[in-house]
């Protein structure tokens, strides 16, 4: 007797991503109730299971939902308004009194909106966010049925959402406390950077994060001037500095990590902390390329983000896959490093590992929630096809993503987006917020 599912899903290619380095061809992934129940030949789940709905992907490579382990969604508002800037300069004179002025729910509302919806068209499921209003964020991401982790920011200056560092705490647990349990909504601490966070309210972050078993999420060694300015105020480089602090550990997600030296490297690898390389900002920014060659041979996890839309200008983990591996190659001279299953790894795994999250999402097994994506590679652009896993890392784009689902939910069916705000309204909030951004 063939046992009942919701869905069935037949594909030319699955990558699984566990075990490392597989290409299943003709193969299966049955889901029952969000989760991922079976992954086996094409004829034998025609023999075994009943499905209430088939989706057959006859020219198509299945793989995990991407995550996007770095990013500011309600940013997607300011795509391009600042180009050609470096980063100091972008953020005084530009971002900061943009966000001074304008920032509020409904910004920060409408932007995650935005990102959410191009996110999930280029086969990102999840999304490791960090900005203001985490409440309106939350209320975006859930609406877009994506999964995601708020950051609960943490400053030492003032801005229109919070006085001071206690305040942006108090602020973003509340959030917290109200979204408690939610499937797909979880948190994080996150302390902007160490040039904007003091020492008091690092000892408050590592408090707090060990007592709600939190992550913490950080921009870390983003640009040679922030080492400077930290050995010269502090006398440490500032992973040196969040070590003493007590900020270094397996919840650490340092973001970008561009600029490491073997010290630095060694103590990442010996707590057991993560990073995400962001080599589209990194590149745009003129930040520097972080050695994830290094990192990884160290054994620290590495993740891959977009960061957000002003400084990249698009959240598209495709094109970061492609970017990473490049940028690894020429920087280490060596075109046998970052291989593409390595790079597609650390979009989808090595992310979630990152975020806490690895035990239910990042891989094609049983037992794990059916966030998943499935891009063609039946058209002109893609063809020949000699290795699946190649072609996404370095021929496909988010053009070719045609079918996304979280917790076995579709998205996206055959490229067309099924979410509960249409195109026309987002058009017309993002022509709302161009205009009050440039009056």
């Known amino acids: 007797m063939n046992t009942?599912?919701?869905?069935?899903?037949?594909?030319?290619?699955?990558?699984?991503?566990?075990?490392?380095?597989?290409?299943?061809?003709?193969?299966?992934?049955?889901?029952?109730s969000g989760k991922i129940v079976d992954l086996l030949p094409q004829t034998e789940a025609a023999a075994h299971y009943l499905a209430a709905r088939t989706v057959d992907l006859p020219e198509h490579v299945l793989i995990p939902g991407l995550v996007n382990a770095h990013a500011h969604a309600a940013m997607n508002l300011m795509r391009g308004i600042a180009d050609d800037l470096p980063l100091m300069r972008w953020l005084q004179d530009a971002i900061w009194p943009?966000?001074?002025?304008?920032?509020?729910?409904?910004?920060?509302?409408?932007?995650?909106?935005?990102?959410?919806?191009?996110?999930?068209?280029?086969?990102?499921?999840?999304?490791?966010d960090m900005y203001f209003h985490p409440e309106a964020a939350a209320e975006a991401f859930d609406l877009a049925g994506m999964r995601a982790v708020l950051g609960l920011v943490v400053l030492d200056f003032p801005t229109p959402y919070a006085a001071d560092a206690d305040d942006y705490l108090r602020k973003g647990l509340a959030v917290r406390d109200r979204w408690r349990g939610h499937s797909r909504i979880g948190f994080s601490i996150a302390p902007h950077a160490p040039y904007t966070v003091s020492d008091a309210s690092f000892e408050r972050v590592a408090s707090l994060a060990a007592e709600l078993d939190l992550p913490v999420h950080i921009h870390i060694h983003e640009t040679a001037d922030e080492i400077r300015e930290s050995l010269a105020s502090h006398g440490l480089r500032p992973i040196a500095r969040l070590r003493k602090l007590g900020l270094l550990g397996e919840n650490l997600i340092g973001v970008h990590a561009v600029h490491l030296d073997d010290a630095d490297i060694e103590h990442l690898a010996h707590h057991a902390c993560s990073t995400v390389h962001c080599p589209t900002s990194n590149m745009k920014l003129a930040s520097g390329i972080s050695p994830v060659s290094r990192l990884r041979g160290a054994g620290v996890n590495v993740a891959l983000g977009t960061d957000g839309a002003a400084s990249n200008n698009r959240l598209d983990v495709l094109q970061e896959?492609?970017?990473?591996?490049?940028?690894?190659?020429?920087?280490?001279?060596?075109?046998?490093?970052?291989?593409?299953?390595?790079?597609?790894?650390?979009?989808?795994?090595?992310?979630?590992?990152?975020?806490?999250?690895?035990?239910?999402?990042?891989?094609?097994?049983?037992?794990?929630?059916?966030?998943?994506?499935?891009?063609?590679?039946?058209?002109?652009?893609?063809?020949?096809?000699?290795?699946?896993?190649?072609?996404?890392?370095?021929?496909?784009?988010?053009?070719?993503?045609?079918?996304?689902?979280?917790?076995?939910?579709?998205r996206m069916d055959q490229g067309v987006p099924l979410l509960q705000i249409r195109d026309k309204e987002l058009l017309r909030l993002a022509a709302l917020w161009q205009t009050k951004l440039v009056n």
């Not at 290795?387 to 045609?402: I, K, N």
């Open 4 to 32: 009942a599912i919701d869905l069935l899903i037949n594909a030319r290619w699955i990558v699984p991503i566990e075990p490392a380095g597989v290409v299943l061809e003709n193969h299966s992934v049955a889901i029952c």
């Open 98 to 128: 943009i966000e001074g002025k304008h920032v509020s729910a409904d910004f920060v509302r409408d932007g995650t909106l935005l990102a959410a919806t191009e996110m999930l068209r280029g086969g990102i499921t999840t999304c490791n």
């Open 321 to 410: 896959m492609r970017q990473a591996a490049l940028l690894a190659k020429v920087s280490t001279g060596d075109a046998t490093t970052l291989s593409a299953h390595e790079v597609l790894r650390m979009a989808t795994l090595d992310g979630a590992r990152a975020l806490g999250l690895d035990r239910i999402i990042g891989s094609i097994s049983v037992g794990k929630q059916a966030d998943l994506c499935a891009v063609a590679l039946n058209s002109v652009l893609t063809r020949p096809c000699f290795d699946p896993a190649s072609h996404l890392v370095y021929v496909a784009g988010r053009e070719q993503v045609t079918h996304v689902w979280t917790d076995g939910e579709s």
